[in-house]
């Protein structure tokens, strides 16, 4: 069978190892050498042009039915667990908490809980409810399992590595929010991002209300292609009375972006974490379908009172 392998950047040094295994078992292999951003971005035109059967896509779960032969290969680390004594003092007046992790990390739920029980705690796991799959597991786009519990607990704590996953979570939460990060030996509440970000937005919308010519980014990516939202947001941009057209790529540079001086303001539709992440690597306004409403909706208001006076 002709395979072609996709990691992501963490795995990337064992790329050899498994293509070696998989040649010894009779199959043509070849490695994507393109960084991917989970499984939302398989390299599905890589695997077309050399005519590969199927895509061996290692460290994440299955994302959505792709238009091709795609093997998920879920790559499970066992974090050391003993940051999460540590956890105790900080949690001691909250009764009831919800937890999450990555893919990575999922099957050690179970002991986490466990432990938290036994310290006396409730323990509520979320279920995710858009592309990720397994309970208590979060992506940078689907912060379900967190989100589904936020009611009903009393601070969620996240259990992993980086900010990327928790970050997420926290922007669509209310309550107090942990970090157990297990590798770098922290214990954190991050709650002050939220007011950051908000900060952040709002700043964005207001920048944005001098703008007159917009560039909706639609990428080409399997898992973020949403040509539909483009279009709607073309059609509601141009319905105030503003300029929009849609920018396509499959990978966003900024520095090419930047070049297209038109454009007063960006609009994205591909991941939801672009708006987030990367609003600040370009030196215009970068908006998230919501924030751009929000900014049509305010150029209206401001208009109408303008009439009146």
Do not use: W
């Amino acid at each position: 069978m002709r395979l072609l392998l996709q990691f992501p950047e963490g795995l990337k040094q064992y790329a050899m190892m498994y293509a070696k295994k998989l040649e010894k078992e009779g199959n043509d292999v070849f490695i994507s050498a393109s960084p991917t951003f989970g499984a939302c971005d398989l390299a599905i035109d890589e695997a077309k042009n050399i005519h590969a059967d199927k895509i061996v896509h290692f460290g994440h779960a299955e994302f959505h039915k792709a238009d091709f032969n795609v093997e998920y290969i879920e790559y499970k680390v066992d974090a050391p667990l003993d940051m999460l004594e540590k956890s105790l003092p900080v949690l001691n007046e909250c009764a009831t908490i919800g937890l999450v992790t990555t893919i990575q990390h999922v099957h050690q739920l179970p002991i986490i809980k466990d432990f938290f029980e036994r310290h006396g705690k409730r323990v509520l796991i979320g279920k995710p409810y858009g592309f990720a799959k397994k309970p208590g597991q979060i992506l940078g786009c689907d912060v379900g399992s967190a989100a589904s519990i936020d009611r009903s607990v009393d601070a969620i704590v996240y259990f992993g590595g980086g900010m990327f996953h928790p970050l997420g979570a926290l922007l669509n939460t209310t309550k107090p929010f942990l970090v157990i990060e297990p590798f770098a030996g922290k214990v954190e509440f991050i709650d002050s991002y939220r007011k950051t970000y908000k900060g952040k937005s709002k700043g964005k919308i207001l920048k944005a209300m001098e703008a007159k010519r917009f560039g909706i980014l639609l990428t080409t990516k399997n898992g973020q292609h949403n040509e539909a939202l483009a279009k709607l947001l073309k059609e509601r941009i141009e319905k105030a009375g503003l300029d929009a057209e849609i920018l396509v790529s499959n990978t966003f540079d900024f520095t090419s972006l930047g070049n297209m001086l038109e454009f007063e303001a960006f609009v994205n539709t591909a991941c939801p974490r672009i708006a987030i992440d990367d609003s600040d690597r370009i030196g215009k306004p970068l908006l998230s379908a919501n924030e751009v409403m929000e900014v049509l909706k305010m150029k209206a208001e401001l208009k109408a009172m303008q009439n009146l006076a």
